[in-house]
């Protein structure tokens, strides 16, 4: 079977979209990781200037778990790329489910808000 005209343009410009996705997945997861070692390096410094204050372990503790978060993520950006897409589909459907108890149990403000969000969706 011959190929249509319209088929090869389509599928260069496929790949040409997953490829820039899956370098944007891997910037942000990248970028991302570098925030969290310079979050991580405050949280540190944080927790030594006030060394006296209650939160001394709390922020030492919140230092060394964004570092090693950040290192994971610069060390295995495909791995975490996909950790936080799924954190984020995971969020989504808790989201959704419970917007579905709410307005099933007779939340007005849950249905208010659905009515008037899917008609602007839909216009």
């Given at each position: 079977?011959?190929?249509?005209?319209?088929?090869?343009p389509?599928?260069?410009?496929?790949?040409?979209?997953?490829?820039s996705?899956?370098?944007?997945?891997?910037?942000?997861?990248?970028?991302?990781?570098?925030?969290?070692?310079?979050?991580?390096?405050?949280?540190?410094?944080?927790?030594?200037?006030?060394?006296?204050?209650?939160?001394?372990?709390?922020?030492?503790?919140?230092?060394?778990?964004?570092?090693?978060?950040?290192?994971?993520?610069?060390?295995?950006?495909?791995?975490?790329?996909?950790?936080?897409?799924?954190?984020?589909?995971?969020?989504?459907?808790?989201?959704?489910?419970?917007?579905?108890?709410?307005?099933?149990?007779?939340?007005?403000?849950?249905?208010?808000?659905?009515?008037?969000?899917?008609?602007?969706?839909?216009?």
């Open positions: 079977m011959a190929r249509s005209r319209l088929q090869v389509h599928s260069k410009s496929s790949s040409a979209a997953s490829s996705s899956f370098i944007a997945t891997l910037t942000t997861v990248l970028v991302l990781g570098m925030l969290l070692l310079v979050s991580a390096l405050v949280q540190i410094v944080t927790a030594f200037w006030g060394q006296r204050g209650r939160g001394f372990l709390l922020h030492l503790l919140a230092g060394g778990l964004y570092s090693v978060a950040g290192m994971f993520m610069i060390q295995n950006p495909l791995e975490a790329g996909m950790g936080l897409t799924f954190l984020v589909a995971i969020c989504l459907l808790v989201g959704g489910a419970l917007r579905t108890i709410l307005s099933i149990l007779g939340c007005g403000s849950v249905c208010l808000q659905s009515l008037v969000g899917v008609p602007a969706l839909a216009g």
